[in-house]
């Protein structure tokens, strides 16, 4: 079982700068692919971005892709997201996710996921 604990969110101006973390319970932390995922108010949880599990290969939502960067820590058992260039619309209930079910062909699927975080608010003003 893997337990999984976002922070890092908060209320910031667009164009600023924010890191999430996700810190991770378990042995098998290590051995999983890990996702971020936010939920924008009124809308589905979309995916933001993914990486496998030795952080060697990195996957990103057109969205955010050049502005954020996912990594990982696996002596920390930590995930991270650097958002950059924050925008409004970016707004949203930030998830940590993951899992054995992960796999390169399916990163941005919600269902390849069977651990999820509790999520942290991230609020971008104008």
């Known amino acids: 079982q893997v337990q999984l604990v976002e922070s890092g969110g908060g209320l910031v101006q667009a164009g600023a700068s924010l890191r999430l973390s996700c810190d991770a319970s378990g042995r098998t932390f290590t051995t999983y692919g890990m996702g971020w995922f936010r939920q924008p108010p009124g809308k589905e949880r979309e995916f933001v971005a993914a990486?496998?599990?030795?952080?060697?290969?990195?996957y990103y939502a057109d969205s955010v892709k050049d502005r954020f960067t996912i990594s990982r820590n696996n002596a920390k058992k930590t995930v991270y997201l650097q958002m950059n260039s924050l925008k409004p619309e970016d707004t949203g209930v930030y998830y940590c996710?993951?899992?054995?079910?992960?796999?390169?062909?399916?990163?941005?699927?919600?269902?390849?996921?069977?651990?999820w975080g509790q999520g942290t608010q991230l609020t971008v003003s104008s």
């Open positions: 990486i496998n599990w030795s952080g060697g290969s990195t």
């Open positions: 996710a993951g899992g054995p079910r992960w796999d390169y062909g399916h990163y941005d699927d919600r269902d390849r996921y069977d651990y």
